[in-house]
């Protein structure tokens, strides 16, 4: 049972057990119980691209996470694949999981093009000289980072953007479709500025918003900030209830659609919410990644935020509110489904990285000793 400053009661979620592994999707398929009811935008104007055909793609960063799979699929696919980075990271570095064979096989298909991004002068002749087919813009974050790319490819064949869910605009009423409201003031503004740049200047363009990411070399403290505290057996500390309710997509997933879009005349203009089928609550997270990595259920403690003055930490990884999104137009326009529930995809990500002693942040608990500390003088 969960120890709390607030006391809250919940019914605790329950989980399947799980395996995976890094090379496979393998994963069960999940029937979400929500209707799609919104009208299926069509596409504007017709799709050259096609899937089946070897393309020259160029995929803006990919060293990092979602790219680094990403990368994978598409050199698998036949495809010339060049990653444009600034060179602070390797191209090419094996991961848990992939064989040797494997690995050998893409770091001798991959290439690389060493660069600036706001170097916009370098990113238009160097980008011209080499006449991509396809650019996949995975760590774009401003509209202007664009444009150079676009005017440098004017025979570009499809642009696929990594946006956000998180450009929606806060609302009572979810979960988020493509066709709700945005909020121009939203720190991921940028990326709602490109999705409208790219519309504007009436390129074939395709954008996925993911809502959390999580997965084997996430950089983003998701579940490594649970497993953190699962590893030292220390309590988890919870803001609110616990049952705000949020949504998590496994980065393999992701990657899957970004290829599944590529030549989809139906994927044309068009906007697409990725990520899990099922939602969860803060709690049954936390309960989530306990399972999946082999620890026993934690004990939550849940708190009020108002009550404390973190300075600039983060106590707290994921936004203090109901934030999920429908990927109902992804599944019946572009035939996608996630293939990780939530519990596999957990593991997943710990049996290939937190498990293996890898992570990308230090544990950090000098919050969670504010929370606790405050919950012993409360018991006191």
């Keep these: 049972m969960a120890s709390m400053v607030v006391v809250q009661h919940q019914t605790q979620p329950s989980f399947s057990t799980l395996t995976s592994s890094l090379s496979d999707f393998n994963g069960t398929r999940i029937h979400s119980q929500i209707q799609y009811r919104r009208k299926v935008l069509q ?14 793609i160029l995929i803006m960063g990919g060293t990092r996470f979602i ?39 893409f770091s001798s298909k991959i290439l690389h093009l060493k660069g600036d991004r706001k170097d916009y002068d370098f990113v238009k002749s160097s980008l011209s000289a080499k006449g991509f087919d396809v650019v996949y813009d995975i760590n774009g974050r401003e509209a202007d980072e664009v444009e150079p790319i676009l005017d440098a490819l004017p025979n570009l064949e499809q642009f696929i953007y990594c946006s956000s869910a998180g450009v929606y605009l806060k609302s009572d009423l979810l979960p988020h479709c493509e066709t709700d409201a945005v909020d121009p003031k939203s720190r991921h503004k940028g990326k709602l500025n490109t999705e409208s740049v790219l519309e504007s200047k009436g390129v074939n363009w395709t954008s996925l918003r993911p809502v959390y990411i999580y997965g084997p070399l996430n950089y ?90 973190f300075g600039k930490k983060k106590a707290f990884p994921f936004r203090d509110q109901h934030f999920f999104a429908s990927v109902e137009k992804a ?28 992570y990308r ?20």
Aim: charged content about 25%; aromatic content about 10%.
């Design 331 to 358: 599944k019946h326009v572009l035939g996608w489904k996630p293939e990780f529930d939530l519990v596999e995809g957990l593991a997943d990500s710990y049996n290939l990285d937190f498990g293996r002693g890898t």
């Design 43 to 56: 596409p504007k104007v017709g799709l050259q691209v096609t899937a089946s055909s070897e393309k020259n």
């Design 67 to 105: 790219g680094v799979f990403l990368s994978r699929l598409l050199v698998k696919e036949g495809h010339q694949v060049t990653l444009f980075t600034r060179g602070k990271a390797p191209i090419a570095q094996q991961l848990p999981g992939e064989s040797d064979q494997e690995f050998a096989e």
């Design 220 to 309: 983003n403290p998701v579940e490594e900030w649970f497993f953190h505290r699962l590893k030292a057996g220390r309590p988890i500390p919870i803001p609110g209830s616990g049952i705000q309710v949020t949504q998590l997509g496994h980065v393999k997933d992701l990657a899957r659609a970004f290829v599944q879009v590529l030549g989809n005349e139906k994927a044309s203009r068009q906007v697409f919410n990725i990520s899990g089928e099922k939602y969860v609550t803060f709690d049954g997270l936390a309960r989530a990644c306990a399972k999946a990595a082999g620890f026993p259920e934690p004990e939550l403690v849940h708190y009020n935020p108002k009550e404390f003055d």
């Design 361 to 380: 942040k230090e544990a950090d608990f000098s919050t969670d000793d504010m929370i606790l500390g405050k919950k012993l003088v409360l018991q006191a």
